[in-house]
């Protein structure tokens, strides 16, 4: 879309920082969100009449190819720290990468963006594969995001990705993850790195860095001060990534308030490590995310619909 193209209503161009970064600000009826042109972030959503879905780091940086530390940054076409070169970016290089925003329509009921970011040169000296990555944002009373990979080299490629949510929580301390029962699960705070499975919820009891798979896709984040549930619906990715950086490793974040621990997590649909994505020459696989807010907590033991 050229950016003297006409937006649709509830979409402005903005600017983000003091170093040159762009991006588009939405305000319609139904929600407010804020959106980075690097990495195609989604930086805040807010449906109106209910509290903010993303947690923003109040010490975000908006500098060219430096992490934005907040909503939620895709990982691509690797995640964590690049397993043969440690000087390479971790989780890949498409959140640090400008995308284009090739469609904004808006209907009745949301505001639907489309961004891509194609190989070149630059992704090439990075990561030696042709692809092209489209990332679909449907903005209304809830986010849905649609990320599709295309294989548009000669040669097969396997990647990893991630969707890296922020939530905010009251106290993440009393804030609890359900249906990850059962997953097979790498905590990645363990040195020898020995598969275990998740037993019942899951709890942020301090830095917490677990990698679960061959997940269902269907859990919820559950605000135990503020009784709010975030339902995470990812059907298409079989990894979770539940984060939350605790005082310590908090402290060594330049980007992260002191108490920032305390009052964020993240927990990340993506796949990573053994489901990872193997893509032949020509081939296209789309990944759907879908966040509703969902007042009111269902009595304890109630399973998930
Ligand atoms: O979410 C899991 C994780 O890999 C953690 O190990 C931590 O590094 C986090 O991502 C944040 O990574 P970033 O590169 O955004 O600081």
Redesign the pocket.
Same mark, same amino acid.
């Given at each position: 879309m050229e950016s003297s193209s006409v937006l649709p209503t509830g979409l402005t161009e903005i600017s983000l920082g003091d170093h040159g970064l762009r991006g588009w600000q939405v305000d319609t009826r139904l929600c407010r969100a804020r959106i980075s042109q690097q990495g195609a972030q989604l930086l805040e959503f807010q449906a109106r009449g209910r509290e903010p879905l993303l947690w923003l780091s109040p010490r975000a940086t908006f500098i060219p190819g430096k @992490?934005i530390?907040g909503g939620i #940054?895709l990982?691509f076409p690797w995640?964590?720290p690049h397993p043969g070169r440690p000087d390479l #970016? @971790?989780?890949g290089f498409a959140r640090q990468r400008d995308w284009q925003l090739t469609e904004a329509s808006a209907t009745s009921d949301a505001l639907q963006l489309e961004f891509s970011l194609v190989s070149d040169a630059g992704t090439r000296a990075l990561w030696p594969h042709d692809f092209a990555a489209t990332l679909r944002m449907r903005l209304g009373r809830s986010v849905a995001l649609q990320l599709t990979i295309a294989n548009t080299g000669s040669q097969e490629f396997r990647f990893e990705f991630?969707l890296?949510s922020y939530f905010p929580l009251t106290a993440s301390r009393a804030a609890r993850v359900e249906g990850l029962d059962g997953s097979l699960c790498l905590d990645?705070l363990d040195p020898t790195r020995e598969h275990q499975h998740q037993q019942g919820e899951l709890r942020f009891q301090g830095e917490t860095?677990r990698i679960f798979l061959h997940t269902s896709g269907q859990y919820c984040l559950v605000d135990e001060r503020s009784e709010r549930i975030l339902r995470i619906d990812a059907p298409d990715c079989r990894s979770v990534?539940a984060?939350n #950086?605790g005082p310590g490793?908090t402290a060594r974040?330049a980007d992260m308030p002191p108490e920032g621990w305390q009052i964020m997590a993240?927990v990340?649909s993506g796949n990573v490590e053994a489901d990872a994505v193997t893509l032949a020459p020509g081939a296209a696989r789309a990944f759907g995310l879908r966040l509703e807010d969902q007042a009111g907590v269902p009595p304890v033991g109630t399973p998930l619909r």
């Open positions: @992490a530390r #940054p990982c995640f964590g #970016p @971790a989780h991630a890296h990645q860095d990534i984060w #950086p490793k974040l993240c990340e």
